[in-house]
């Protein structure tokens, strides 16, 4: 198993700044893929950034320039840092971990971004 711990959302202005971070239980090198998918109110849930094996990360289109992943190996932890945050960034941000076949989700963390 591997469990989540996700921190850093929080109530931002448009065009501001914020880092979440997720903390896993097990080695981030036993982890296949970690990243992030967000959950607006009435949307589908949408991946917004992740690492594959080898290192590679992929952006959402909708915050490709914006975001920036990023990773701590000795504490198993993934950040993602949103910046020139809009109105429509506001979602629920979900963490999750592909381990050995099974795909483990953080508690998710509310991001609300004010126009």
């Known amino acids: 198993q591997v469990h989540l711990v996700e921190s850093g959302g929080g109530l931002v202005q448009a065009g501001g700044s914020l880092r979440l971070s997720c903390a896993a239980s097990r080695t981030i090198f036993s982890i296949n893929a970690m990243g992030w998918y967000r959950q607006a109110p009435g949307k589908q849930r949408e991946l917004v950034a992740h690492?594959?094996?080898?290192?590679?990360?992929n952006y959402a289109d909708s915050v490709k320039g914006r975001s920036t992943m990023s990773r701590d190996d000795a504490t198993s932890t993934v950040y993602l840092h949103l910046n020139s945050l809009k109105p429509e960034d506001t979602a629920v941000y979900y963490c999750?971990?592909?381990?050995?076949?099974?795909?483990?989700w953080g508690q998710g963390t509310q991001v609300t971004v004010s126009s």
């Open positions: 999750f971990a592909d381990f050995i076949g099974y795909r483990y």
């Open positions: 690492y594959t094996s080898g290192r590679v990360i």
